[in-house]
């Protein structure tokens, strides 16, 4: 089951870096339950909000090629999540930029498979808990 909910989240960034609405289309579900959150930007919610941030990203994005890192899945019978890094490269207004975000992925399972109900991503502001240097006593 994890397997699929993998392949769905594959699905979901090889449809943001082909620049293709119709491909994110397939990717996410198409209800007002729907939320987005980018980088930034307020939270979307229903399917057509997140739908047209898409294509403004799209419209205004040359190219973003994502590596993605520290993937943890945890999948139930109809709902499932997966955190991840996304490591980006994109061009976007004729500049190049290289970033790590950090990103939750929701995916509900139904009559067509894991679709994307929810998407947060943020931009990491440094070392976490398990990061972090260890503290020193006075």
């Known amino acids: 089951m994890t397997d699929d909910v993998e392949e769905a989240n594959a699905h979901f960034y090889r449809a943001i870096e082909a620049l293709d609405i119709v491909q994110m289309d ?13 980088p930034g930007w307020p939270l979307l919610c229903g399917w057509e909000a997140v739908r047209a941030a898409w294509e403004t990203i799209f419209a205004n994005t040359a190219e973003m090629r994502f590596t993605i890192t520290d993937v943890r899945v945890v999948a139930g019978e109809d709902l499932a999540w997966l955190t991840c890094t996304e490591n980006i490269l994109s061009e976007a207004g004729g500049r190049l930029s290289v970033t790590a975000v950090l990103a939750t992925n929701v995916f509900e399972r139904g009559a067509e498979g894991w679709k994307l109900c929810h998407h947060h991503a943020s931009h990491s502001l440094g070392a976490g808990p398990d990061e972090a240097a260890p503290e020193t006593a006075p």
């Open 26 to 38: 397939a990717v996410w579900a198409h209800g007002e339950h729907v939320r987005c959150v980018h």
